[in-house]
């Protein structure tokens, strides 16, 4: 018998230690629940980590998941988190080069500059005016949709009575948003700038008729009622130790280093069986939740699998020893890193890249995405690099669909690596090569993950980062009252993959803790 048997039968067990699992198991032990965590690996956090990827060197980076938006300040309020966040005065920047000139589009710095950068990108203010009108008509959505996460689940009809704007109902509920972007503007690199929260960890057109495209884009906007993407203090790994710490306070007791193998239920009481090290163990449990992928459901409770999932994207983490000077001498590099620098992302070039993509082939020009979290936040890195100018690099690659890399992983992950940083050089006043530091061993700071490397390292079934396609924020048929729901009355699932998952939000541990407690008694 392994030291975790000997307690009997838990209230909860709780299938692995990322932040939706932190969240469900403080919520429960604060609420006098007896809690049990149960974590593959040798450490909390999932992908919401902050480690030090390069030897010798003190960056401690958020390697995987990096800004957050869909957190509630219910939460961090509810479980007295010391955890703290920082907003981007810059929230976007894209270079392009016309008529032979290299120039751009800020958006941040105030009204008037986005307004004069809109200008003099686009020759008028019209495209200032309706980027304007595009983004009240989401902020009006967010703030009343973003309150209903952590509320049981409406009706479609109750939500679409609630956000109570036809406009906005239609264009992100029942249209492709490619038909929104195209009405509403009518420069071809605005119109990439604001289909690219489309698609952040999700392959899709535009115009693809299931609209998990407009699912993408809805909680890429309505996050804390405002859309805004902000910097966590301290990394990523920030929220998640303060999250364990909660629970660990409350008495949760969390056991990293134990693998749970199988969930056994009658619809009342439960049995997890685990391995540890080169021992197997078994615990009794009232509810089981599951902090995994819905494939890894089905696997541990031997039902039958979900439609296989697939992620696309290429993400990368770099150490400057400064930030690279840009061909656009109209902004400085300090800006332009801080928010969201875009690369290869105007309209066209991104509905190329998806078509190269679907045909089996690397995009020509990979799209991609970059920020500077070490601009807004320098407490990630050492006071010595902070002293000499280091500045870290985030990039997440669009349309990199994990079918790519099956042949041959490593090989493509070099050649999409190399063809997206030529995109960013193209741009640049000097090589990204030439900023790039070392480590210890002379090494550039450089690391790149596909979407095999993420289901390998943390489980992400076929590196969906959503673990599944996004869901609508509504109920439908077997959706359950809180989206957690699953075919065994006592098996819940916290993961991205319940209604409502994906980001780091927190909201399916919060939803999944409320649907315990209202089965009253623990069971």
Not at 177 to 183: H, M, T
Not at 284 to 305: M, W, Y
Not at 310 to 318: I, Y
Not at 496 to 504: C, L, N, T, Y
Request: with cysteine; hydrophobic share 40%; charged share 25%.
């Amino acid at each position: 018998m392994t030291a975790l048997e000997g307690h009997g039968t838990y209230d909860a067990v709780i299938v692995g230690a990322g932040h939706n699992g932190l969240v469900a198991a403080a919520y429960l032990a604060r609420a006098g629940r007896s809690v049990l965590v149960l974590e593959r690996l040798d450490h909390t956090g999932g992908a919401a980590v902050s480690t030090r990827p390069f030897a010798g060197v003190d960056a401690r980076l958020s390697r995987y998941s990096y800004l957050v938006s869909l957190l509630p300040r219910k939460i961090v309020r509810d479980l007295g988190l010391d955890f703290r966040l920082r907003t981007r005065t810059i929230s976007s920047y894209t270079p392009v080069e016309r008529g032979g000139r290299a120039t751009g589009l800020l958006v941040g710095g105030g009204e008037q500059r986005t307004r004069e950068s809109f200008a003099r990108l686009t020759g008028s203010d019209r495209e200032y005016a309706a980027w304007q009108r595009f983004y009240d008509m989401t902020g009006r959505l967010a703030q009343r949709v973003f309150p209903t996460l952590t509320e049981p689940l409406p009706t479609r009809d109750e939500l679409c009575r609630r956000v109570d704007d036809e406009e906005a109902w239609r264009t992100l509920f029942e249209e492709p948003i490619g038909v929104a972007v195209e009405d509403r503007f009518a420069d071809d690199l605005v119109r990439g700038v604001v289909l690219t929260d489309a698609l952040i960890g999700t392959f899709a057109d535009a115009h693809d008729p299931s609209l998990q495209q407009n699912r993408c884009f809805l909680y890429h906007v309505i996050g804390g009622g405002t859309g805004d993407w902000d910097v966590p203090v301290g990394g990523m790994g920030a929220l998640t130790d303060a999250l364990a710490d909660a629970a660990r306070r409350a008495g949760a007791v969390i056991a990293t280093g134990h693998e749970a193998v199988r969930v056994a239920t009658d619809g009342r009481a439960a049995e997890v069986t685990y391995r540890h090290r080169d021992t197997q163990g078994t615990v009794g449990a009232r509810h089981v939740l599951v902090n995994a992928s819905p494939e890894a459901l089905a696997a541990l409770t031997a039902d039958a699998p979900p439609e296989p999932a697939e992620g696309a994207q290429l993400k990368v983490n770099m150490l400057l020893t400064r930030l690279p000077r840009l061909r656009d001498t109209s902004v400085d590099s300090r800006e332009a890193f801080a928010g969201t620098f875009h690369i290869a992302e105007g309209y066209r070039q991104l509905a190329a890249a998806h078509a190269r993509a679907a045909a089996g082939e690397l995009p020509a020009a990979p799209p991609s995405e970059i920020y500077c979290h070490s601009l807004t936040d320098p407490t990630i890195l050492g006071p010595d690099l902070v002293e000499r100018g280091y500045q870290t690099l985030t990039l997440f690659g669009l349309h990199a669909p994990a079918r790519l890399f099956a042949r041959d992983n490593d090989g493509v992950r070099e050649d999409l690596l190399k063809a997206t940083l030529a995109q960013l050089d193209a741009h640049l006043a000097e090589p990204l090569a030439d900023c790039l530091a070392t480590d210890a061993d002379g090494r550039p700071c450089i690391e790149a993950k596909t979407p095999l490397d993420l289901e390998r390292d943390l489980g992400l079934p076929g590196g969906n980062i959503f673990h599944r396609a996004l869901s609508w924020p509504y109920a439908a048929e077997g959706t359950g009252r809180w989206g957690v729901e699953t075919p065994h009355a006592n098996v819940l699932l916290c993961g991205a993959g319940a209604v409502r998952g994906g980001g780091v939000s927190g909201v399916p541990g919060h939803n999944a803790a409320m649907a315990v407690l209202e089965a009253g008694q623990g069971g």
